[in-house]
C-alpha cells in the first residue's frame, strides 16, 4: 500500500484492530486471574507469577493446573482452546499487517527447518464478526473460571499501584 497507512476506506478496519488488541488484553488479564485464583495466591504474589510470562506459556499453566481438577473445569479449557483457535492470534499480533480499503490482511512468516507463512483476512463485517464471538467466548469463560470481574480488576490494579509508586518515586519509565 502506498500513500497514507489510515484513510477514511479503512478506518473501520483499523478501529477493528484495535479493539481486538484491548480484547485481547482483558482475555490475557483472565488468564492472569485464573492462574492467581487456581494457585489461592493475592493479586500482588499473582501479578509476580504471571508478568514475566508469555501468553502461550501462561495458557499452558492455566491448562495444567484446570486439569488437576478435572473435570470441574474441562468445559473451561475446551472454551480456552475455542478462543485461541478463532482469534488466530500470533498471526494478527505477529505478523506483518495489509490494509486495504476493503479488507485487512495479516502474514505471518516463520522459520523452522524451512520457511512458511500463514494468513488470515477479513472484511470488516467477519473481522467484526469473529471479534464478538471472541468477546462472547471470553465472558464464557471467565464465569466458568469462576473468575469475577473483581479479581481481573485486582490484577489491574496491582500493575496500576506499581506504576504509580514508580511515578511518585521519580522512577517512572516510559517506552
Not at 465472558?139 to 473483581?150: A, F, K, M, N
Request: a neutral charge.
Amino acid at each position: 500500500m502506498t500513500g497514507p497507512i489510515l484513510t477514511a476506506e479503512n478506518n473501520r478496519l483499523v478501529t477493528l484492530l484495535g479493539n481486538f488488541i484491548v480484547v485481547w488484553s482483558v482475555f490475557d488479564t483472565t488468564i492472569d486471574a485464573a492462574i492467581t485464583k487456581q494457585l489461592n495466591l493475592d493479586p500482588t504474589r499473582g501479578a509476580i507469577v504471571t508478568s514475566g510470562l508469555g501468553f502461550e506459556r501462561k495458557l499452558s499453566i492455566l491448562r495444567s493446573l484446570l486439569h488437576l481438577r478435572d473435570p470441574e473445569f474441562t468445559d473451561a479449557v475446551t472454551k480456552l482452546d475455542e478462543i485461541v483457535s478463532c482469534a488466530r492470534r500470533n498471526v494478527l499480533l505477529h505478523g506483518h499487517v495489509w490494509i486495504g480499503a476493503s479488507n485487512i490482511e495479516f502474514i505471518k512468516v516463520d522459520t523452522d527447518h524451512k520457511v512458511k507463512a500463514r494468513k488470515a483476512a477479513y472484511d470488516p463485517l467477519r473481522f467484526a464478526a469473529v471479534l464478538t464471538q471472541i468477546c462472547n467466548a471470553i465472558d464464557e469463560v471467565q464465569i466458568l473460571l469462576g473468575v469475577s470481574e473483581d479479581e481481573r480488576m485486582a490484577i489491574c490494579n496491582v500493575g496500576k499501584s506499581l506504576a504509580s509508586k514508580s511515578a511518585t518515586d521519580g522512577k517512572a519509565q516510559t517506552s
